[in-house]
């Protein structure tokens, strides 16, 4: 059991392997947010919050007399609205006569086995029966607005999931202005923030900071998760490294428009509200209606960011990923985007899949273009019927060509939108978002589909059916390329417009959820002008997203960096690309940019026929190594040893094997320096007692000399044993690396159990 309920002090305790959760129904029958932290034993919580008469924060209407007790100074759990605390509020709901009130009282709670389900919302799974349930019902006396707070205790994960279901159970019509899906006050202390924020081609840029004493806010007003800024925040004690400290997550499985806000509050706790976007928003509720908020996916751990880190990439794998390809190897694609762009033949593809099929690439992948008049992005979008000029005789027999080199047959898909030159436009103009009476902002050329309306869903999710049962295709890769503006739904009445953003999310939500369970066996890859939609919802369909549109190497390390904080490397889409790269100029080696995308999917994005020979050597080499290590890169657990550009010279990361029985280090040099230092590492998660040997080595892009420093160094490491507690306090130092970034593979595979004194020094 991992949900207590302590009747007498009518408190809960949700108890993970190492960390509690604490809430109890005050005397007024208000739930109290008590403490979410380490895990702890027995002590009265309730006295961290003594009763205190603070001017200007008034009283409950009982203690008017003796001014002890205040909705805006004690911790809440969810907060109504307008009755009396000040600070960062969840809702915000207005009744038929006006009225914008709710104060929510305790009524009912259950514990039940299992996760619960969020409808029509993408959450976290339990096929195993990890998880337990706790219900809460509260209740607004005087509007009859009910609150259902869900709690799931995944115990042995170290999560909890949240989520906030409204109902309405009272007699009259009432007004969300805002619906989060979490309030979380944090405990008293110094507390950083660390946040995600970027633009397309620079996603995920991770940014920390000390807490001011203001309201901090992260958002999205995109209709999508967005590039910008990331539905994810970590709270961290401001001493707090990647190995040690109090770290706090805070995650919202949802890809439209969300806000997190972030309060330092006047008492020192630290208040985040979480859950869409309120600005533009607002739902009806009739009675007997309901309204779901999405989940919120907590971790705590006091072990640092980097074990933060890998309790959500172990979650996400594994409860929030579905179907076949979740814990599969997935295939090496080539990807033909940066090859051809728009200008591409049925036979242009069969080269380039067969020299990667020679080389031994699993997968091809088909990018925009193949499909209605679509020879740049001003139009076509929306006519998926095969272009016929590029492809003769349509798809079939460019992928029978591509199976016939042993090769599996993906496509790219974007299936939300419209170009305005399209003959789905033409016929359906009021499927498209537009504001009545304006002319739309429109995006790389298009507009975004009405997807509120059902029969838009249907539509899509007819030719997207046909397209998958009618030929074989093992991949979609689905990509979303603009934002949305002028939001307004033809089929919404005027008091219901506020509901279009998120009835248009709800309906990207059915697409995914009715062609995944249709087509379990196809992996689903996410994109939005790369990694603008890259959140936990989305990982609900695809296990994998395409990261960034920033294929540069040097680049690709601090998106990937940033977007490791939270997400599993499983999930991120990575390929080699041609140099001088086609969004910077930069020019890496070609074995620098397989280890970045070996950080990721791994796959190719480049025309491989106009490689050298020895290129291409090099190409199968990666490939081999690749397949290799895929379970270590996909399902190890990850290490930040050195963020870019915090030493000032050098990138490195680890892969661990959940038993500690191999790993994977790579570094990437970044400012190569004259009279440089050596690069120290000290490696994290190997078996402080168990003996590794270095097999592997892999050394690239050391200048032209070859210089023999360069090469040679590490090389020497390759069969030197260590033992797992050298590896981690004493580390490993490589030499300075020489010339335009060079990459290292270090892969260390344990032997054997140390002897005691065998020439490692005293293990620790
Ligand atoms: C944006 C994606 O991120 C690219 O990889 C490519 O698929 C283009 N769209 C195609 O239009």
Redesign the pocket.
């Known amino acids: 059991m991992s949900i207590h309920f302590d009747p007498a002090q009518r408190c809960f305790r949700l108890q993970t392997r190492t960390t509690t959760y604490a809430m109890q129904v005050d005397s007024r029958g208000h739930l109290l947010h008590l403490y979410y932290g380490c895990r702890i034993g027995v002590g009265d919580l309730a006295a961290l919050y003594p009763p205190a008469d603070v001017s200007f924060s008034p009283n409950y209407y009982d203690e008017r007399r003796t001014r002890r007790a205040s909705p805006d100074i004690l911790p809440q759990e969810y907060t109504g609205c307008n009755v009396g605390d000040f600070r960062l509020s969840c809702l915000s709901v207005t009744d038929a006569a006006g009225a914008r009130g709710a104060d929510f009282t305790y009524v009912c709670h259950e514990v039940r086995p299992g996760k619960y389900a969020l409808e029509g919302l993408p959450a976290a799974h339990d096929e195993d029966g990890a998880a337990e349930t706790l219900a809460v019902r509260l209740r607004d006396a005087v509007t009859g607005l009910e609150l259902e707070l869900l709690y799931a205790v995944y115990a042995d994960a170290d999560i909890i999931t949240r989520a906030a279901r409204l109902v309405n159970a009272g007699p009259g019509v009432l007004r969300l202005g805002k619906a989060a899906s979490a309030c979380l006050d944090l405990p008293y202390g110094r507390w950083d923030l660390v946040h995600f924020h970027g633009r397309h081609a620079m996603e995920r840029q991770a940014q920390r900071l000390p807490l001011p004493d203001a309201v901090t806010t992260v958002s999205s007003m995109r209709g999508a998760s967005s590039h910008h800024h990331n539905p994810f925040v970590i709270l961290c004690g401001h001493d707090a490294t990647e190995e040690t400290g109090d770290c706090c997550g805070v995650m919202l499985a949802y890809s439209g428009s969300f806000r997190t806000d972030i309060e330092q509050t006047q008492t020192g706790l630290v208040r985040v509200v979480t859950g869409i976007q309120d600005e533009g928003f607002c739902w009806l509720l009739e009675p007997g209606q309901a309204f779901t908020a999405p989940e919120v996916i907590l971790a705590y751990t006091g072990a640092g960011l980097g074990a933060l880190s890998r309790l959500y990439h172990r979650f996400l794998r594994r409860y929030v990923c579905r179907g076949p390809w979740r814990g599969a190897r997935r295939p090496v694609l080539i ?1 033909n ?2 090859a051809t ?2 200008d591409f033949t049925a036979d242009k593809i069969a080269a380039i899949a067969e020299k990667a099929a020679a080389l031994g690439v699993e997968l091809m992948v088909l ?3 193949w499909f209605g008049k679509r020879d740049d ?1 001003n139009s076509g979008l929306g006519d998926w019927q095969v272009n016929t000029a590029k492809l003769p005789g349509g798809l079939d027999p460019l992928i029978d060509r591509v199976h016939a080199l042993g090769m599996r047959f993906g496509i ?1 898909v ?1 299936p939300e939108m419209v170009s305005e030159d399209s003959d789905l436009y033409r016929a359906h103009p009021d499927w498209a978002l537009t504001l009545p009476g304006r002319r739309p902002a429109t995006g ?1 050329g298009q507009l975004a589909l009405d997807l509120a309306r059902p029969e838009v869903v249907d539509y899509i999710l007819g030719w997207m059916t046909d397209l998958l049962q009618n030929h074989d295709i093992a991949y979609v ?1 689905w ?1 979303m ?1 603009r934002n949305l503006s002028d939001v307004y739904s033809r089929a919404l009445p005027p008091e219901r417009q506020g509901e279009a953003a998120h009835r248009c999310m709800l309906g990207v939500y059915r697409l995914l959820e009715t062609l995944t369970q249709r087509f379990p066996q196809v992996l689903f890859e996410g ?6 939609r890259f959140d936990a919802g989305m990982l609900c369909y695809f296990p994998q997203i ?1 990261c ?2 920033d294929t540069d190497a040097v680049e690709r390390l601090t998106i990937q960096h940033g977007t490791s904080f939270g997400y599993p490397v499983s999930a991120m889409g990575a390929h080699v690309s041609a140099c001088p790269n086609h969004q910077t100029g930069r020019t890496t080696p070609l074995g620098t940019r397989a280890v970045v995308a070996m950080c990721g999917t791994f796959g190719y ?1 480049l025309d491989l026929g106009r490689l050298t020979p020895e290129e291409c050597d090099a190409v199968r080499g990666q490939i081999e190594r690749f397949r290799r290590w895929a379970d270590l890169i996909a399902g190890g657990d990850f290490a930040r040893l050195a963020a870019p550009g915090e030493n000032g010279s050098f990138a490195a990361w680890q892969m661990t094997a959940p038993d500690a029985g191999a790993a994977l280090v790579s570094v990437v040099v970044t400012h190569p320096q004259a009279n440089a230092r050596p690069l120290h590492l000290r490696l994290r998660d190997v078996a402080p007692d168990a003996l590794y040997q270095i097999d592997e080595v892999f050394v690239c892009g050391c200048g032209q000399a070859a210089d023999a420093q360069c090469v040679t160094g590490p090389r020497a490491l390759q069969g030197q044993a260590f033992s797992g507690s050298f590896l981690r306090y004493a580390g490993l130092t490589l030499p300075a690396l020489y010339g335009d970034y060079p990459a290292v593979q270090l892969h260390l595979t344990r032997v054997d159990a140390p002897e005691e004194g065998d020439g490692n020094g005293p293990a620790i």
């Open positions: 990807n985007w940066e762009y728009f990018d925009d273009g992005d790219w974007e790389r890769k990509d390329n994109c939005a002008g790369g990694g603008g395409w960034s549109d994005e």
